[in-house]
């Protein structure tokens, strides 16, 4: 279930390829922040984190052969964010797909009619529209020469105003050590 209802419970399964490890259920929250929750043992012993105050009547943890469970009792708005399993095997960290459990966003349909005005508006567009790149995720941006042409320009004014210096100081040094003889 990617959109849970508030107080549905959530179950999130991850299967892992050996039997003898344990497996540690993590939640990365809107911001970013990763939140432990709980260690499952191949024993199937659980231990919740020290900091999620009642964490044990919250959350239900199992395991059942290859499969370690997380069960989310009763869903809020503090459960939101992407759930990930991991599992440390031979000195190496291995960590699941990201699963994502986030209540549905809730929009309003803007007016299909608009109020008769007097004022003039000027709509002003972006210089430096956003797009997302559809490969790998991430925004580029189309006004990357705006930031990279000053920029270096400025580098090359610092490159010859010390190379300048750098021959100016070999200049004086050289008429020094000739007067000095």
Known sequence: ITHPRVGQQLELQCETTKEDT???????DKGGTLH???????????TFAENLRGASARFEAR??????????????????GNYFC???????LYFSPGQPAFFPVT???APTTAAPSNQHS???TDPCPKSPDSETGKENFACDFFIWIPLSGACLLLLIALAITIVMCQ???RRRCRCRR
């Open 86 to 92: 991991l599992m440390n095997s031979n000195q190496e």
């Open 122 to 124: 000027i709509t002003q």
């Open 36 to 46: 432990f929750i709980v260690f499952t043992s191949f024993l199937s012993k659980s």
């Open 171 to 173: 200049r004086t040094r």
């Open 107 to 109: 929009t309003t349909a």
């Open 22 to 28: 344990g497996v540690s259920w993590v939640r990365q």
């Open 63 to 80: 395991k059942d052969s290859k499969f370690y469970q997380l069960v989310v009792k009763s869903f809020t708005t503090q459960d939101e």
